[in-house]
Antibody, heavy 120, light 107 residues
Framework: QVQLQESGPGLVKPSQTLSLTCTVS??????????WSWIRQPAGKGLEWIGR???????NYNPSLKSRVTISVDTSKNQFSLKLSSVTAADTAVYYC????????????WGQGTLVTVSS | DIQMTQSPSSLSASVGDRVTITCRAS??????LNWYQQKPGKAPKLLIY???SLQSGVPSRFSGSGSGTDFTLTISSLQPEDFATYYC?????????FGQGTRLEIK
C-alpha cells in the first residue's frame, strides 16, 4: 500500500521560496503507473491542482502558477519536491502531495497535508 | 481551463436520507470525473473514479453516474460518518480542476 508524507518548513517569508518534499513509501516512485502531483487548499476553500511530474521527469503545471513552480523527482530517495517562488500571503494553504493514476488520472492516495503559512 | 460547478454548495440532511450532489463541467469531459470526500483536518479520500466506478473499500451506498458535462454523486442512505464535504474533479485535461465543494451537514 503506497503512502505519501509531506515535509518542509511551515513558515515562509513573503518573496521567498516555498520548498516541500513528498516521500513515497510502500512502492516505487519509478512505477510507470503514476504521476506524482501537488495540490493545495487555502483554509476554508477548495482544492487547486499545482502540477505533476512523471518518473521520466516530464512535468505539467497549472498555468496560473507556472511561472513560479518547479516540481522535481529524486528516484534514489523515492521522493518528489515542490518549489514555489516569490510567495505571498495568498500562497498560505495546506499543501498535499498525491499519486495520480496515469490512466483516468484520479488522485489516490494523498499525503496527510502540511500547512504552509506565508508571513514575515 | 475546464470549470467544474457543483450544486448545491451546502446541504442539510438526516441519517437515512438519500442525497444527490450534482457536478457540471464547462465542456464535455466524457467520463473523466472523480469524486472525493473530505472531513475536517483530513486529506480528501477518493470515492468514485471514472464517473461511476466505486473505489475499493468505499461503501456501496455511494454511487456515481453521468457522462459528458453532467454528473451526480448519490448516497443512498446517509450514515453519520458521511457528513463531510464532497468534491468533484475533472481529469480530462490539465490543469485538473475541482468543483467548489458541497458541504453535507446534519439536519
Amino acid at each position: 500500500q503506497v503512502q505519501l508524507q509531506e515535509s518542509g518548513p511551515g513558515l515562509v517569508k513573503p518573496s521567498q521560496t516555498l520548498s516541500l518534499t513528498c516521500t513515497v513509501s510502500g512502492g516505487s516512485i519509478s512505477s510507470g503507473s503514476y504521476y506524482w502531483s501537488w495540490i493545495r487548499q487555502p483554509a476554508g476553500k477548495g482544492l487547486e491542482w499545482i502540477g505533476r511530474i512523471y518518473t521520466s521527469g516530464s512535468t505539467n503545471y497549472n498555468p496560473s502558477l507556472k511561472s513560479r513552480v518547479t516540481i522535481s523527482v529524486d528516484t534514489s530517495k523515492n521522493q518528489f519536491s515542490l518549489k514555489l517562488s516569490s510567495v505571498t500571503a495568498a500562497d498560505t494553504a495546506v499543501y498535499y502531495c498525491a499519486s495520480e493514476r496515469n490512466i483516468r488520472h484520479w488522485f489516490d492516495p494523498w499525503g496527510q497535508g502540511t500547512l504552509v503559512t506565508v508571513s514575515s | 481551463d475546464i470549470q467544474m460547478t457543483q450544486s448545491p454548495s451546502s446541504l442539510s440532511a438526516s441519517v437515512g436520507d438519500r442525497v444527490t450532489i450534482t457536478c457540471r463541467a464547462s465542456q464535455s469531459i466524457s467520463s473523466y470525473l472523480n469524486w472525493y470526500q473530505q472531513k475536517p483536518g483530513k486529506a480528501p479520500k477518493l470515492l468514485i473514479y471514472a464517473a461511476s466506478s466505486l473505489q475499493s473499500g468505499v461503501p456501496s451506498r455511494f454511487s456515481g453516474s453521468g457522462s459528458g458535462t453532467d454528473f451526480t454523486l448519490t448516497i443512498s442512505s446517509l450514515q453519520p460518518e458521511d457528513f463531510a464535504t464532497y468534491y468533484c474533479q475533472q481529469s480530462y485535461s490539465t490543469p485538473h480542476t475541482f468543483g467548489q465543494g458541497t458541504r453535507l451537514e446534519i439536519k
